[in-house]
Nanobody
């Protein structure tokens, strides 16, 4: 089992920045690939970003490319999502996710590929 706990959400003005954190526990941190997914109000969940087990490979939704950066720190068992140049349309509940995979390099961009989810953290961007 893996437990994922997000933090760092809040209210920010358009153009501002936030950094989300996802603290993981329960199994060896390097044994799973990770990602971020968000759910805007009244909409379906959507993929945001993903990072491989080793942290070398990443993938982003087109809507956040160039503005968001995903990373992971194995010394802290924590995944991060640095969000810059935030827009009102980034308003959503953000969830971190993990999946146990053998590949050290593959990133997973489909939500049904993830096995574990955090409880979510609210991000609100005002215009």
């Amino acid at each position: 089992q893996v437990q994922l706990v997000e933090s760092g959400g809040g209210l920010v003005q358009a153009g501002g920045s936030l950094r989300l954190s996802c603290a993981a526990s329960g199994r060896t941190f390097s044994s799973y690939a990770m990602g971020w997914v968000r759910q805007p109000p009244g909409k379906e969940r959507e993929f945001v970003a993903a990072i491989s087990r080793g942290g070398r490979n990443t993938n982003y939704a087109d809507s956040v490319k160039g503005r968001f950066t995903i990373s992971r720190d194995s010394t802290k068992n924590t995944e991060y999502l640095q969000m810059n140049s935030l827009k009102p349309e980034d308003t959503a509940v953000y969830y971190c996710a993990a999946t146990f995979r053998s590949s050290w390099y593959v990133v997973y961009s489909a939500m049904n590929e993830y096995d574990y989810w955090g409880q979510g953290t609210q991000v609100t961007v005002s215009s």
